[in-house]
T-cell receptor, first 115, second 114 residues
Framework: EAQVTQNPRYLITVTGKKLTVTCSQN?????MSWYRQDPGLGLRQIYY???????DKGDVPEGYKVSRKEKRNFPLILESPSPNQTSLYFC??????????????FGNGTRLTVT | KNQVEQSPQSLIILEGKNCTLQ??????????LRWYKQDTGRGPVSLTI?????NTKSNGRYTATLDADTKQSSLHITASQLSDSASYIC?????????????FGKGTHLIIQP
């Protein structure tokens, strides 16, 4: 089944403790991206990647890191989480950024709480 | 600044009624516009895509329209069902959009009451 898999679904951590949220897609998609979703603010892009070894900042990259060493994986790293990073996170992928026949495929989200 | 504005922010209607959600954008140049449906606790799923030359497109009970001149799109839901309760997100692609050309609206939260 074609899908984007995020892990974990739920995560509670403490301030300053490094964490990684994994994202994997099995559709051979070139484009991958990370978003956070907060009430009243909608989806905001953190980082995106057009292809392997190519990553760029989105609208809210502060406090986050990503890597794209393989086409299928795009982990999100929080080196020193803070309470303002408490949010619902989504990973997404598509064949290309703007292709007509290539919608974004989203994972089911990771709800992160930083205390 | 490129923006996508959706209205209303939230909407409550009775099961079986119709409704229309609005999306206005300033992204230019325009490539395409997609509507996504996001069920509570799940990731968004694409409903339909509109390009510059398309005025209307249907997907079951969902019908999207696009007026590229006025930069407006609408999503009409016919004979609503309880399963239509969700957030609906408008996403516009263009070279003048976000860092990667994608600009997201904040969504319309739709509640269908029995």
């Amino acid at each position: 089944e074609a899908q984007v898999t995020q892990n974990p679904r739920y995560l509670i951590t403490v301030t300053g403790k490094k964490l990684t949220v994994t994202c994997s897609q099995n559709m051979n998609h070139e484009y991958m991206s990370w978003y956070r979703q907060d009430p009243g603010l909608g989806l905001r892009q953190i980082y995106y990647s057009m292809n392997v070894e190519v990553t760029d900042k989105g609208d809210v990259p502060e406090g986050y890191k990503v890597s794209r060493k393989e086409k299928r994986n795009f982990p999100l790293i929080l080196e020193s989480p803070s309470p303002n990073q408490t949010s619902l996170y989504f990973c997404a992928s598509s064949l290309s950024r703007s292709s007509y026949n290539s919608p974004l495929h989203f994972g089911n989200g990771t709800r992160l709480t930083v205390t | 600044k490129n923006q996508v504005e959706q209205s209303p922010q939230s909407l409550i209607i009775l099961e079986g009624k119709n409704c229309t959600l609005q999306c206005n954008y300033t992204v230019s140049p325009f490539s395409n516009l997609r509507w996504y449906k996001q069920d509570t606790g799940r990731g968004p799923v694409s409903l339909t895509i509109m390009t510059f030359s398309e005025n209307t497109k249907s997907n079951g009970r969902y019908t999207a329209t696009l007026d590229a001149d006025t930069k407006q799109s609408s999503l009409h839901i016919t004979a609503s069902q309880l399963s239509d309760s969700a957030s609906y997100i408008c996403v516009v692609t263009g070279s003048g959009g976000g860092a990667d050309g994608l600009t997201f609206g904040k969504g319309t939260h739709l509640i269908i009451q029995p």
